[in-house]
């Protein structure tokens, strides 16, 4: 991404050893320069936020909003995250809130949003009310998109996957079975995607 940016990890890009970018690009591209409202839950330093402003949110009046609780392990993330999206100057199309998504995701209107990024706590138990939660805020042909779904099997050592409790994959199955009627899963790899058909 631009040197303008700070980033001390990568999560997302080309570079990483999941280039999740692809499906970004692969699913995203239709809502390029259409006016459109996204929600991100887990945004770190914005290297994901920052790549759906730059090449997505593209009309005037698309907007994307960021929660993240900035939890302790994340260091000056925050701060580098508003560093990031003041050189982006996007700025204005970003409603930023800070703290956990359980205790947010209530305020938001039913079938609000076009698009989910769940990239937040991976714990079995905070995946399955993200997922929950979101599904409600989805607009009809909207997309949910699950970071890690199979984090703690194809990488079952990294410090990520030793501190869950539980694995992503077993939250987010028992999500796709309990609303299979109202969806369809439109990639599965290291990523699962999904898009609501009701
Ligand atoms: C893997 S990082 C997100 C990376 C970002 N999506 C990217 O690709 O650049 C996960 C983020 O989830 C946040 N997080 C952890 N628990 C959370 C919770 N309960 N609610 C919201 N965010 C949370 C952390 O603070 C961290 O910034």
Same mark, same amino acid.
């Given at each position: 991404?631009?040197?303008?940016?700070?980033?001390?990890? &990568?999560?997302?890009? %080309?570079? @990483?050893?999941?280039?999740?970018? !692809? %499906?970004? *690009? $692969? /699913?995203?591209?239709?809502?390029?320069?259409?006016?459109?409202?996204?929600?991100?839950?887990?945004?770190? %330093?914005?290297?994901?936020?920052?790549?759906?402003?730059? @090449?997505?949110?593209?009309? *005037?009046?698309? !907007?994307?909003?960021?929660?993240?609780?900035?939890?302790?392990?994340?260091?000056?993330?925050?701060?580098?995250?508003?560093? @990031?999206?003041?050189?982006?100057?996007?700025?204005?199309?970003?409603?930023?809130?800070?703290?956990?998504?359980? =205790?947010?995701?209530? *305020? /938001?209107?039913? *079938?609000?949003?076009?698009?989910?990024?769940?990239?937040? @706590?991976? =714990?079995?138990?905070?995946?399955?009310?993200?997922?929950?939660?979101?599904?409600?805020?989805?607009?009809?042909?909207?997309?949910?998109?699950? &970071? =890690?779904?199979?984090?703690?099997?194809?990488?079952? =050592?990294?410090?990520?996957?030793?501190?869950? $409790?539980?694995?992503?994959?077993?939250?987010?199955?028992?999500?796709?079975?309990?609303?299979?009627?109202?969806?369809?899963?439109?990639?599965?790899?290291?990523?699962?995607?999904?898009? $609501?058909?009701?």
């Amino acid at each position: 991404m631009d040197s303008k940016y700070t980033f001390t990890e &990568d999560w997302f890009s %080309e570079q @990483n050893g999941e280039p999740v970018i !692809r %499906e970004f *690009n $692969k /699913f995203l591209s239709p809502y390029a320069g259409k006016p459109c409202k996204f929600l991100e839950i887990g945004s770190y %330093e914005g290297m994901s936020a920052l790549w759906m402003l730059e @090449n997505i949110l593209t009309h *005037n009046s698309s !907007r994307l909003w960021c929660i993240d609780a900035w939890a302790d392990w994340t260091g000056e993330a925050f701060k580098t995250f508003i560093n @990031n999206l003041s050189a982006s100057g996007h700025k204005d199309k970003v409603e930023i809130i800070k703290g956990c998504s359980s =205790d947010h995701l209530g *305020n /938001f209107s039913k *079938n609000f949003f076009d698009f989910i990024y769940i990239d937040g @706590n991976h =714990d079995e138990k905070q995946v399955l009310s993200d997922a929950i939660m979101s599904f409600r805020l989805l607009t009809s042909g909207g997309i949910i998109a699950f &970071d =890690d779904y199979l984090m703690g099997i194809r990488y079952p =050592d990294s410090p990520g996957s030793k501190t869950l $409790k539980g694995l992503p994959k077993n939250s987010i199955d028992y999500f796709l079975d309990l609303f299979r009627d109202e969806l369809e899963v439109i990639h599965s790899d290291y990523q699962l995607w999904i898009r $609501k058909t009701l």
